[in-house]
């Protein structure tokens, strides 16, 4: 998308203001978090009915929590690689940032995984179906895009992803949290976790990108969102295909 295009998304209301990065941004992922269910479109009307059923359903979104569960554990490294090349190049405040939201990401992961316990029935079968349900390719993807720009390429990259997701818990509303709440006995407790926690992790994420990066690397953002986007959508679509190509054996 062209600088023009993003400047004349925006609205009056924004919260930020439309000049700086953040507020550049800002519109532009409300649209590309509302892409995130467009997924649906590559399904016939058949296909669809089915991924309807309640069974359907459950088995698409246990495999998507699963999925998220291996996408979460790649959290930490892809902090610690950012610290790692942000200290290397002197970047010691910056880095100072990731140490610090690498202690806020510090059991999520472990807080995730008792959510699929819970889900699963017990440890045994939980530790099971982990081994047997890799990260699906787009997934991957989107891990080993930011696994390179933190390590090889510009690390600062990095807040996209995290104020993609911490945006998308922060703005979940109750139907939302209630389907996953519905997944497992008692609730999810990382999307309690979440839900409580992101509220002002978003604010810092807009910071960080006005501290470092200029309008001329706009482009260059607005593609990372979309990338995220069309990564998250390729994930839900390749487990539905897997969930439909399994029930038709």
């Avoid at 892809?78 to 970047?91: K, S």
């Avoid at 316990?117 to 939980?126: F, L, N, P």
């Avoid at 990382?190 to 604010?203: M, Y």
């Amino acid at each position: 998308m062209s600088l023009s295009a993003v400047e004349e998304s925006q609205t009056d209301g924004a919260v930020d203001n439309a000049e700086t990065i953040s507020g550049l941004v800002r519109d532009h992922l409300k649209t590309a978090i509302a892409s995130v269910g467009t997924w649906v479109s590559a399904f016939s009307e058949e296909a669809l009915t089915r991924l309807g059923q309640p069974e359907t359903q459950r088995e698409v979104g246990k495999l998507a929590f699963i999925d998220g569960y291996h996408r979460i554990r790649q959290t930490s490294p892809l902090i610690l690689a950012a610290i790692q090349t942000l200290d290397r190049r002197h970047d010691h405040d910056n880095s100072r940032f990731w140490v610090h939201h690498l202690g806020e990401e510090y059991g999520h992961d472990a807080a995730m995984r008792r959510d699929i316990v819970a889900m699963t029935g017990d440890e045994t079968a939980a530790a099971q179906i982990l081994d047997a349900t890799a990260i699906t390719p787009p997934s991957a993807a989107l891990i080993g895009f930011f696994d390179w720009q933190v390590r090889h390429g510009n690390p600062h990259l990095l807040i996209v992803l995290r104020l993609f997701l911490e945006t998308v818990m922060a703005e979940l509303d109750d139907d939302q949290a209630a389907a996953a709440h519905e997944l497992l006995p008692g609730g999810s407790e990382v999307i309690r976790l979440h839900r409580d926690a992101d509220q002002d992790h978003v604010g810092e994420c807009y910071d960080y990108l006005d501290q470092n990066f200029v309008e001329s690397e706009l482009p260059t953002l607005i593609w990372a969102v979309d990338y995220i986007a069309l990564c998250l959508n390729e994930g839900n679509s390749w487990i539905s295909a897997q969930v439909l190509g399994r029930a038709s054996d």
